[in-house]
């Protein structure tokens, strides 16, 4: 069974930084492209940006780039997404979904994780 | 601002088809597979139909999907208490902006 398990909720104070996790199981991780999804409250969703943890290669939305950035380490089966420095605007949850990309579907999701609660909050 | 236009809101009463449009552009739904996903409230999106009209594994067939041209419609037959949710379409677009804004079913 194909599984994204990501970290805990994060309360966080403007100018911290932060790192989330996404954990998956049930596939090859290696294989399959991992990417973020951003949920404002009360929102729709933003597609942030993708990376593949065979090789690494991201991609990043333009009004995400600069703003946050995406890794992975594929000894754990574990992509990341971090903030060098928060705002209060970021507050919002956070998704972490699998890419089976074809030419076609380009990089849209099939799985997606539970979800990581981010508030940024003097 | 999506490049994919949903209508903010849906409803219909138990039992009734109801159905959700997609509006996009030939750089989106025109050349690139539509794909429909379920956002139940307080929970994360669910693929509901992939590839304008296949359906996971588990998802009812009282969900289907089409396409025509540059726009694409979700359909949902015998609608059930349990269908009351948020529903996103979403189209690779080169501008990234691959998301539809959502529309909220409610059933009466």
């Known amino acids: 069974e194909v599984q994204l398990v990501q970290s805990g909720a994060e309360v966080k104070k403007p100018g911290e930084s932060l790192k989330i996790s996404c954990k998956g199981s049930g596939y090859s991780f290696t294989s399959y492209w991992i990417g973020w999804v951003r949920q404002m409250p009360g929102k729709g969703l933003e597609w942030m940006g993708i990376?593949?943890?065979?090789?690494?290669?991201?991609r990043y939305s333009p009004s995400f780039q600069g703003q946050v950035t995406i890794s992975a380490d594929k000894s754990i089966s574990t992509a990341y997404l971090q903030w060098s420095s928060l705002k209060a605007s970021d507050t919002a949850m956070y998704y972490c979904a699998r890419s089976d990309y074809d030419f076609w579907s380009g990089y849209l999701f099939d799985y997606w994780g539970q979800g990581t609660l981010v508030t940024v909050s003097s | 601002q999506s490049v994919l236009t949903q209508p903010p809101s849906a409803s219909g009463t138990p039992g009734q088809r109801v159905t959700i449009s997609c509006s996009g552009s030939s750089s989106n739904i025109g050349s690139n597979y539509v794909y429909w996903y379920q956002q139940l409230p307080g929970t994360a999106p669910k693929l509901l139909i992939y590839r304008n009209n296949q359906r996971p594994s588990g998802v009812p067939d009282r969900f289907s999907g089409s396409k025509s041209g540059t726009s694409a419609s979700l359909a949902i037959s015998g609608l059930r208490s349990e269908d009351e949710a948020d529903y996103y379409c979403a189209a690779w677009d080169d501008s990234l902006r691959v998301f539809g804004g959502g529309t909220k079913l409610t059933v009466l």
């Open positions: 990376i593949y943890p065979g090789d690494s290669d991201t």
